[in-house]
């Protein structure tokens, strides 16, 4: 079955550089979400969308924005990028509908962001 | 405020033993609750999820967990470990289009 794809699994980046992280949901899911994790720490939300509009957003920097396309791939962009970026990104999918909260989320395998 | 607490960071066990992964509640209306298993550098795996119905939820791999509303605990527990079982384990509560995560408990299973 097909799987939530995250795209690049590895990234290095500079200070100050931007990057560019692509998730790609299970088809026909509707509600896409962005989590940071951190060394030895829990998941931080970070951003959700449903039906390609933002639906939530929790603990993400101004320097990061994200969107979801026509297609449902989502890309979260983040600028001016700080040694604290360096975290494990994970991109999940879900069949969730607005409000609906019975299903479970599928997640990526992450983008492992190391920033030098 | 939605939240759930894990209260052990580790937790070590022999291979064959029962294991009991401990997770606590803390949410404004009915409890959505999952538990998801993290390998080294892979994403999370969803196990199981608690909604409505039987207190007794069945998952992957042999896990089940318990929802005791009165305790505010959702535990996760496998009769017998296996070595294989050795991963990171979450416990996570759902609501307003965002999942919350536990700080996450370190399951180790000795040969």
């Known amino acids: 079955a097909a799987g939530v794809i995250q795209s690049p699994r590895h990234l290095i980046k500079e200070k100050r550089e931007t990057a560019t992280l692509k998730c790609y949901p299970i088809p026909r899911h509707d509600t896409v979400y962005w989590y940071q994790q951190g060394p030895g720490q829990d998941p931080q939300f970070l951003i959700s969308?449903?039906?390609?509009?933002?639906?939530d957003k929790g603990s993400i920097p101004d320097r990061f924005s994200a969107q979801q396309f026509s297609d449902y791939h989502s890309e979260l962009n983040m600028s001016s990028l700080e040694l604290g970026d360096s975290a494990l990104y994970f991109c999940a999918s879900s069949l969730a509908g607005q409000g609906q909260m019975n299903t479970e989320a599928f997640f990526g395998q992450g983008t492992r962001l190391t920033v030098v | 405020a939605q939240s759930v607490a894990q209260p052990e960071d580790q937790v070590n066990v022999a291979e064959g033993n029962p294991l009991t992964v401990k997770c606590t509640y803390s949410v404004s209306g009915n409890p959505y609750l999952f538990w998801y298993v993290q390998y080294p550098n892979r994403g999370l795996q969803f196990l199981l999820k608690y909604i409505t119905g039987d207190n007794l939820v069945k998952g992957s791999y042999g896990f089940e967990a318990e929802f005791n509303k009165s305790q505010t605990s959702f535990h996760l527990k496998k009769p017998s470990a296996l070595v294989s079982d050795s991963a990171l384990y979450f416990c996570?509560?759902?609501?307003?289009?965002?999942?919350?995560f536990g700080s996450g408990t370190k399951l180790n299973v000795k040969p």
């Open positions: 969308f449903y039906e390609k509009m933002q639906s």
């Open positions: 996570a509560t759902y609501n307003f289009n965002k999942f919350y």
